[in-house]
């Protein structure tokens, strides 16, 4: 299967903590994105990082990648309760789709 | 401007029946992709349209998923003789670019979560 993973299944912090949430990847990609989705419905795009960039930030997110590694991490700085959700990363797959791994569910206490 | 968006957001059907899912894509987008996704699981991509022109539909579950898209805009997903194993969220996505070297942001709709009983 070409499914990446994410890493770890669950996480539980506590507000203003840091979250941090891995992905691995199987094939060479030029890209690399990350998901957030809310209660089991649509994923709205975080950040795009491309394979020849190593990090790159956006708001209180910071993505790296290691291609070599073929993985990369997602990190929610300052972190609201807000942020609940569940997060996956998408890669290319053969026809243009995303492939997801089975994501990664944050709860974020108050 | 509107999003994607898909219709019903909730089915309830009788094992055996046929449902009809709706996708309408963000306007201009010409690909457009559906996924499934099975309760605390990842997304299961099922097919990929360029305008009105599905190149491959190996990613169906079974022959009883079928799709269509007119216009390069509307999608329906139909679902004959469903299964209980069919239950599931079914998304919709959009992208303003064919696929090609770089794959692009993915614009998705809120869902359709089908439940067969």
């Known amino acids: 299967s070409q499914q990446g993973e994410e890493d770890p299944q669950a996480l539980s912090i506590q507000e203003g903590e840091n979250a941090t949430m891995n992905c691995s990847y199987k094939t060479s990609i030029n890209n690399l994105q990350w998901y957030r989705q809310n209660s089991g419905r649509g994923l709205v795009h975080l950040i795009l990082i491309r394979s020849n960039e190593r990090e790159k930030h956006s708001g209180r997110l910071r993505v790296t990648l290691d291609t070599s590694k073929k993985s990369s991490s997602l990190l929610i700085t300052a972190s609201r309760a807000a942020d609940t959700a569940s997060y996956f990363c998408g890669y290319g797959g053969s026809q243009g789709n995303l492939i997801f791994g089975k994501g990664t569910k944050l709860s974020v206490k108050p | 401007g509107a999003g994607v968006s898909q219709s019903p957001s909730n089915k309830v059907t009788e094992k055996g029946k046929d449902v009809e899912l709706r996708c309408d894509p963000i306007s201009g987008h010409t690909a457009l992709y559906w996924y499934r996704q099975s309760l605390g699981q990842g997304l299961e991509f099922l097919i990929y349209?360029?305008?009105?022109?599905?190149?491959?539909k190996s990613g169906l579950p079974s022959d009883r998923f079928s799709a269509e898209r007119t216009g390069g805009s509307v999608s329906t997903l139909t679902i004959q003789r469903t299964q209980q194993e069919d239950s599931a969220v079914y998304l919709c996505?959009?992208?303003?670019?064919?696929?090609?070297?770089?794959?692009?942001?993915?614009?998705f709709g809120p869902g359709t979560r089908l439940t067969v009983t």
């Open positions: 996505a959009s992208s303003p670019r064919p696929s090609g070297r770089e794959f692009n942001e993915q614009y």
């Open positions: 349209f360029q305008g009105n022109s599905a190149p491959d």
